[in-house]
């Protein structure tokens, strides 16, 4: 195993108190954290070629390999609950293909301005589209590591909820 991705799968280990599963497919190695409080695996993908792809839930994350530093900083961040994963759901139950990662302290206690306001400013969704989805029933999801701590935004009436 590369000394990169050794030191990256030990770190992670440690970060997200659980074990990495490892598969090694010709020159690329995948490591699957599952997670313990039952969200979504955390995946790294190494190929010595490439950036390290990293996925916290949807999206796809990159990190030139000579950045392992700010890669670690944003797992442990993720990991502590300082950074949270926000998708969305319509209104018929389908999940988005795509995430975003916002601070966690700016996901609490949201209106619908301050909510319309994140979800651009961190390209989730732009303004109409996000008004469409909330006055159809869709709901803005919010994931943590701990998976405990999800919660969602719908709107009821004119006023946003937290559920």
Same mark, same amino acid.
């Given at each position: ?97 795509? =995430? ?8 609490? =206690? ?54």
């Amino acid at each position: 195993m590369n000394l990169v991705l050794l030191l990256i799968k030990e770190k992670l280990e440690n970060l997200l108190h659980t074990e990495a599963e490892t598969i090694t497919k010709n020159s690329e190695t995948l490591l699957v954290y599952k997670n313990p409080y039952g969200g979504k695996p955390l995946q790294v993908l190494f190929n010595p070629a490439e950036d390290i792809k990293v996925t916290l839930n949807k999206t796809p994350r990159y990190y030139q390999q000579d950045s392992t530093e700010r890669l670690l900083a944003d797992v442990k961040n993720y990991a502590e609950g300082k950074t949270v994963s926000l998708d969305f759901t319509d209104n018929h139950g389908t999940e988005s293909k795509i =995430d975003r990662i916002a601070k966690a302290d700016h996901v609490e =206690d949201l209106t619908l301005s301050s909510l319309i306001e994140l979800c651009i400013r961190i390209n989730l969704l732009n303004s109409v589209d996000l008004e469409y989805l909330l006055v159809n029933g869709g709901t803005v999801n919010v994931h943590f590591w701990n998976a405990a701590k999800d919660f969602r935004y719908r709107q009821i009436g004119h006023t946003l909820q937290k559920i």
